[in-house]
C-alpha cells in the first residue's frame, strides 16, 4: 500500500514539474518575441492560482516594467521586498525600474542598501556607474577607482572607457593655470619661430568651465600677441557646447578677430562626435574654418579621426581641396596622457595677402601632459611639420601646469 501511495505521489511530483517547465518556456518564447503584454497576462493568470509564487511574481515586475508599466512594477517589487528585505536581486531590479524612470536619485538610494547586502555583486556596481556616468562625473570617477580595485579590471568594465584612468591621485580641483615655451626651427632662409603663453581656466560647477589664454608670437621678424577666452557649458547627460573668442591688437600675422563655436554630442561605448566652425578677420582677408571630429575611447586608448576645411570668405564651394585630416592616438596612464598624431592635406596660411596661399601639409606630433607631483605637470609637444615646397620646421613646446 505504501508503494502504490508513493508511486501516485512521484506521478503527481512529475507532473508538476513537467506543467512548471512547459509554463515557464512559453513565458520565456513570449520574452524573446518582445509580446510583454501576453506574458503578463499569462504571469497574472498564474498568479491567481499560485499567489504566494515568487519566482512568477519578480518576473512579472520586470515584464511590466519592459512595458513602462513602472509604478506597477515597482508595486509588485516593494511586495517582494517586504517579505524579503536581504534580497539584492529584488533591490537592484527596483532601482533599474527607478533610474528608467528618471528617478535616479531614488534609484542611487536603493543601490546603497542593495551593495551592503551584496557588495561583490557586479550588476549592482554595473547600474551605479551607469547612473553616475550620465550625471554625476565627479562621483563617477571615485566609484570607477573603486570599481577597478575591487573587480581587478574585470572585462564587463571596459564598456565604460577612458573615464578609468582620469582617476588617479590627482585631486578633482576647480581651477590650473600652466605656463610654456615653444621654439620652431625653420627650414633656410626663414629665422626660427618662438612663443611665450599663460593659460588658466576655472571651473564653476561639473556643468560650467571657463578658460583664458595669453600668446606672444616671434615671426619672420615680427612680434604678435594674442588673447583668446572661451566658455564650456555641458547640457547632461550628452551634450556640450564650447565657444571662443580671440583677439590681437597688433594682428601682424595673427588675426585682428576670432570667433568659434563648437557643439559635442556623446554616443554610447565612449563614441563621441563635435562639428565647429572658426571664423578669423585678418587686415586683407576672413577665414572660415569647418571642422567634423569623432573619437573612441577604448581602455586606456583614445583613437580620433579630425576633418578640417578651409574657405576664403566665405568660399566654400571653390575650395574642396582645401581639407586637412588629422588621425591621433593617445593613452591615458594615472591622470597622465600621452599621444601621437599624423596630419595630411591642404592648409591655408596668412601671409598678409588678399589671397593667402595654399600647400601641401604633413605633419607628426608627440604631445602629452606627465603629473609628476599631485598639483604640477609638465606639458609638452614635439612635432615635425612640412609646409608644401616653403619651409619644414622642427618644434617643440614646453609647459608647467598648476592645478588648485
Keep these: 500500500m505504501n508503494i502504490i501511495i508513493l508511486f501516485i505521489c512521484l506521478l503527481f511530483l512529475s507532473t508538476a514539474v513537467e506543467s512548471s517547465t512547459a509554463f515557464n518556456t512559453e513565458i520565456q518564447q513570449l520574452i524573446n518575441s518582445k509580446s510583454f503584454s501576453a506574458a503578463e497576462s499569462k504571469l497574472r493568470a498564474h498568479l491567481k492560482s499560485y499567489p ?194 580671440g583677439n590681437s591688437d597688433t594682428h601682424l600675422f595673427r588675426p585682428r578677430s576670432m570667433l568659434d563655436a563648437e557643439i559635442f554630442h556623446s554616443f554610447e561605448y565612449k563614441i563621441n562626435t563635435s562639428i565647429g566652425i572658426r571664423r578669423s578677420e585678418y587686415d586683407t582677408t576672413t577665414t572660415e574654418l569647418l571642422r567634423f571630429v569623432v573619437d573612441k575611447y577604448w581602455r586606456k586608448y583614445r583613437l580620433s579621426f579630425n576633418l578640417n576645411h578651409t574657405s576664403v570668405d566665405a568660399d566654400f564651394i571653390s575650395n574642396e581641396s582645401n581639407q586637412t585630416y588629422v588621425f591621433a592616438v593617445d593613452y591615458y596612464y594615472d591622470a597622465s596622457t600621452i599621444g601621437v598624431a599624423l596630419v595630411s592635406g591642404k592648409e591655408l596660411e596668412y601671409d598678409g595677402s588678399a589671397a593667402p596661399p595654399i600647400s601641401d601639409i604633413e605633419a607628426l606630433l608627440l604631445k602629452g601632459a606627465h603629473w609628476y607631483k599631485p598639483h604640477w605637470a609638465v606639458t609638452y609637444l614635439i612635432s615635425y611639420h612640412k609646409q608644401g615646397d616653403i619651409y619644414s620646421r622642427n618644434g617643440v613646446r614646453v609647459g608647467i601646469r598648476h592645478s588648485f
Design 52 to 245: 504566494n509564487d515568487s519566482k512568477t511574481k519578480f518576473l512579472l515586475s520586470r515584464v511590466l516594467a519592459w512595458q513602462q508599466k513602472y509604478d506597477q512594477a515597482i508595486s509588485v517589487l516593494d511586495r517582494l521586498i517586504s517579505t524579503s528585505p536581504l534580497n539584492s536581486d529584488y533591490l537592484l531590479v527596483k532601482a533599474q525600474v527607478l533610474h528608467w524612470s528618471d528617478n535616479n536619485q531614488q534609484a542611487l538610494k536603493i543601490i546603497q542598501k542593495a551593495k551592503t547586502i551584496s557588495p561583490e555583486y557586479a550588476d549592482i556596481w554595473k547600474l551605479e556607474l551607469r547612473i553616475t556616468q550620465r550625471y554625476d562625473k565627479e562621483q563617477f570617477d571615485k566609484l570607477y577607482a573603486l570599481a577597478l580595485k575591487k573587480f581587478e579590471n574585470a572585462s564587463w568594465l571596459e564598456p565604460f572607457g577612458y573615464e578609468a584612468v582620469r582617476v588617479s591621485s590627482v585631486p578633482k580641483l576647480n581651477s590650473e593655470i600652466e605656463a610654456g615655451v615653444s621654439y620652431e626651427d625653420l627650414t633656410s632662409p626663414y629665422d626660427p619661430w618662438s612663443s611665450m603663453y599663460l593659460a588658466g581656466s576655472h571651473a564653476y560647477s561639473n556643468t560650467l568651465k571657463l578658460f583664458a589664454n595669453y600668446e606672444r608670437f616671434s615671426r619672420f621678424d615680427l612680434t604678435d600677441r594674442e588673447v583668446v577666452a572661451g566658455i564650456v557649458y555641458e547640457f547632461p547627460p550628452n551634450w556640450s557646447l564650447n565657444l571662443q573668442v
